[in-house]
C-alpha cells in the first residue's frame, strides 16, 4: 500500500520562499509520477505541477510558472514542492498525489490514485 505524507507548510509573507515535502512508502518515488494540487477556500482542487516517474519531465500551472518548482530526492523518497515569491492567492491546501501508471497529461486529476493528506499554505500581505 502506497502512503504519501506531505508536510512543510505554513504562515509565510508574500513574497518568502517555502518547500513542502512528499514522502512516500509502500513505493519508491522513482517508480511513480507525484503531482501537487492545491485547494482554496471554497474552490476545487488544482493542478500545481508535477515530475514524471522517469524524473526527468515536469510540468507546471501557468500561474505558478517560474516560481515554483517540482523536485525530486530518490534517496530520501521524497519529493519536494520549492515555492518562491509567494502570493496571497497561492494560500491553500496543498496534497501531493501519485500514480504509477497511464499516459494521461500529468495535470490530469482524475489519473492520481494516492493522496496525502494536505499540508496548509497561508501567505499573508
Known amino acids: 500500500q502506497v502512503q504519501l505524507v506531505e508536510s512543510g507548510g505554513g504562515l509565510v509573507q508574500a513574497g518568502d520562499s517555502l518547500r513542502l515535502s512528499c514522502t512516500a512508502s509502500?513505493?519508491?518515488?522513482?517508480?511513480?509520477?507525484v503531482a501537487w494540487f492545491r485547494q482554496g477556500a471554497n474552490e476545487g482542487r488544482d493542478f500545481v505541477g508535477a515530475i514524471h516517474w522517469n524524473g526527468v519531465t515536469t510540468d507546471y500551472a501557468d500561474p505558478v510558472k517560474g516560481r515554483f518548482t517540482v523536485s525530486r530526492n530518490n534517496a530520501d523518497n521524497t519529493v519536494y514542492l520549492h515555492m518562491s515569491g509567494l502570493r496571497p492567492e497561492d494560500s491553500a491546501v496543498y496534497y501531493c498525489a501519485g500514480r504509477a501508471h497511464g499516459s494521461y497529461l500529468l495535470s490530469y486529476l482524475p489519473s492520481y490514485n494516492y493522496w496525502g493528506q494536505g499540508t496548509q499554505v497561508t501567505v499573508s500581505s
Open positions: 509502500g513505493r519508491t518515488v522513482s517508480s511513480i509520477s
